[in-house]
């Protein structure tokens, strides 16, 4: 059986990287040396973060993983899924509780910061306060980040979710023209990193349908449409359509703000129809809105 560090070694050379690369932020290279010359093991939450930054996400730490680590994971498992819901009290009860637990580790520490911010920002923190607190965070793993410019970076799973807010939160100080920059680095950063498949498809359709979105409200309407293609190809491919009504709305909006009006009333009934067999009444309201308002 391999050993956590050899396989950790094992990664890092194949792919080229540094040891000073690798731990940026997470440990000392110093002390990266030692777990992969098995002279110390990590612990569950550097392993992840040094995985991560490899893209390997699946989890080979189960034989280390003790009842604190245990309880670190649940919790943070809680605080992810409360906040994708938008469950924004359900996620505060369990980031007070993450929080408790008192971890050092810079990545948890980040994590929690994180987590925090956006509550914070949902209970109505100023916008420029959110993101110069978000732009504080990313610097704790990468202390000299450029937001536009961090091809040479090796970004983990919660880092890029930091660095995908630092751009949204740049839109709602009105600066969409940098909001714009930064989606376009990330998603050329991710269709370029190591990371495995099922990762850049949980990633991929939301900062595509970001990106569409924020370049259609600068009415850069021809590159907002090839984007939004660009996703439904990206969606169907990798079978992430949860996201899929919403993304051909964004493209039917596209399309009617370019004069096709035909084509963006099929699509808005398209979506009208997805978003009525998911219950999303929301969405089914904006299109039937925008078919009836627009498109007749």
């Not at 034989?63 to 498992?77: P, V």
Request: with cysteine.
């Amino acid at each position: 059986m391999y050993k956590i560090g050899f396989i950790v070694k094992k990664w890092r050379i194949e792919l080229g990287y540094t040891q000073e690369q690798l731990s940026e932020g997470i440990c000392n290279p110093s002390t990266l040396s030692k777990y992969e010359n098995g002279v110390l093991t990590p612990s569950r939450v550097t392993f992840s973060a040094i995985m991560e930054r490899l893209g390997k996400t699946y989890n080979l730490s189960e034989n280390f993983l003790d009842s604190f680590d245990f309880d670190y994971f649940e919790l943070k498992s809680e605080v992810k899924s409360a906040l994708s819901n938008n469950d924004f009290k359900r996620a505060e009860r369990a980031l007070e509780a993450l929080e408790k637990l008192d971890y050092k580790e810079i990545p948890a520490v980040q994590y929690c910061g994180f987590s925090r911010t956006l509550i914070d920002a949902h209970k109505g923190q100023p916008p420029e306060v959110t993101l110069n607190r978000l732009q504080e965070l990313i610097k704790l793993t990468v202390p000299e980040f450029n937001e536009t410019k961090f091809s040479r970076y090796l970004l983990n799973t919660d880092e890029l979710c930091i660095v995908n807010c630092i751009a949204i939160y740049y839109a709602d100080t009105e600066n969409k023209k940098k909001t714009i920059a930064i989606l376009q680095s990330l998603v050329s950063y991710i269709n370029l990193s190591p990371m495995n498949d099922d990762t850049k498809a949980t990633f991929l359709p939301q900062l595509y349908f970001n990106l569409s979105k924020y370049l259609g409200l600068e009415e850069r309407f021809s590159e907002a449409l090839e984007v939004s293609e660009d996703v439904i190809r990206c969606c169907i491919k990798h079978n992430k359509l949860r996201s899929f009504a919403d993304l051909i709305y964004n493209k039917g909006y596209i399309m009617a703000h370019l004069g096709n009006k035909d084509d963006a009333k099929k699509l808005m009934q398209q979506v009208a129809a997805l978003a009525d067999a998911m219950g999303n009444s929301t969405l089914f309201d904006h299109a039937s809105k925008l078919i009836n308002e627009k498109l007749e």
